[in-house]
């Protein structure tokens, strides 16, 4: 197997010059920097490396809470977007034990087309998916649960309960306490389109952060901050959801192993469950 550094370096050189081969496969291509950026905010090695960051943290702490990635493992990607994510874990998995779920269809055309699979499926915002129930041993989804309304997200954890064998075990990315200071600190400088729209995410930040503090699921889907696309405001904004509510309000179907948040080294906090044993 590569080391991680040499791993991050083969998957650089897919974008940069491709094509790049790995245990046989052609690792995937690309869509445009335009649609890059339009979904991560970022193109090329820029978000690459935050994807890498993402992956490192995914399998290191799995690791850690006694569930190390193995060959024989399936995983999903929840909001696979273009498989930025996706695809760092074909250092680990075989291309066949990768799967993406997608609202948006032309992410799914791409994600077939550059991983030359037929694993990416089209999903509606809310369950149920198409995917047998203990499919999966590991369900990832970045700046995904970032965005979900609060019913929303309690309809995908009851889905991934269903999805994931027992002991399964879920990382998700959701927006952290220094995004209220972020957001705000945009206010006033004159800002359009999406950078305008969080800068009004709430009228009142200190009173939106406080009921963070206070184990509250934020959620605020204001003008600007749907996705657009299918991505529509009924289900999709911008969302904050703190340990307390982690930990509580999933803990009939998952127990919350750990809410990572290294502000010099993440840009989203990331909660790593595990599905209880008795759960369905
Ligand atoms: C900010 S993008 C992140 C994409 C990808 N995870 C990445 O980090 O590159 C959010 C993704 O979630 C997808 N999405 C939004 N709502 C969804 C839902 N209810 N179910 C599945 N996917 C959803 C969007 O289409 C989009 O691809």
């Known amino acids: 197997m590569l080391t991680q550094d040499d791993w991050f370096e083969a998957v650089c050189r897919s974008y940069s010059n491709p094509p790049v081969f790995y245990n046989g496969i052609k690792l995937p291509g690309f869509p ?22 993402f992956y490192q943290d995914c399998i290191e702490n799995f690791k850690i809470l006694g569930m190390p990635l193995q060959k024989k493992h399936t995983l999903l990607d929840f909001g ?5 994510i996706a695809r760092f874990f074909l250092r680990e998995l ?7 779920i997608d609202v948006t269809e032309d992410f799914i055309e791409i994600c077939k087309k550059t991983f030359q ?20 041993n590991f369900i990832i989804g970045y700046s995904v649960f970032s ?8 309809s995908w954890m009851r889905e991934f309960s269903r999805l994931l064998v027992p002991g399964g075990m879920v990382a998700l990315t959701t927006r952290g306490r220094t995004f209220f200071d972020f957001c705000k600190s ?23 952060r ?6 509250e699921f934020v959620h605020s889907n204001r003008d600007g901050v749907n996705g657009g696309g299918a991505m529509t405001a009924d289900f999709y904004g911008e969302t904050f959801i ?30 790593f469950f595990r599905k209880k044993s008795n759960s369905l």
Request: contains cysteine; aromatic residues 12%.
């Open 186 to 208: 945009l206010k006033g400088k004159g800002h359009t389109g999406y950078l305008a729209a969080l800068s009004n995410l709430f009228d009142d930040f200190s009173d939106a």
């Open 32 to 53: 445009s920097d335009e649609i890059q950026t339009n979904t991560t905010g970022q193109s090329g090695i820029n978000t690459l490396k935050e994807a890498f960051i």
């Open 242 to 271: 703190p340990e307390e509510y982690a930990r509580s309000a999933y803990s009939e179907l998952f127990h919350l192993e750990k809410f990572l948040f290294d502000p010099s080294r993440q840009t989203h906090p990331i909660m």
């Open 94 to 100: 075989p291309l066949k034990n990768i799967y993406g």
């Open 117 to 136: 699979t037929e694993n990416f499926l089209v999903t509606e915002p809310f369950p149920p998916t198409q995917l047998s129930s203990r499919k999966f």
């Open 147 to 154: 965005h979900l309304s609060e019913k929303a997200c309690e």
């Open 80 to 84: 696979v977007g273009w498989g930025r």
């Open 210 to 215: 406080t009921r963070y503090d206070q184990g």
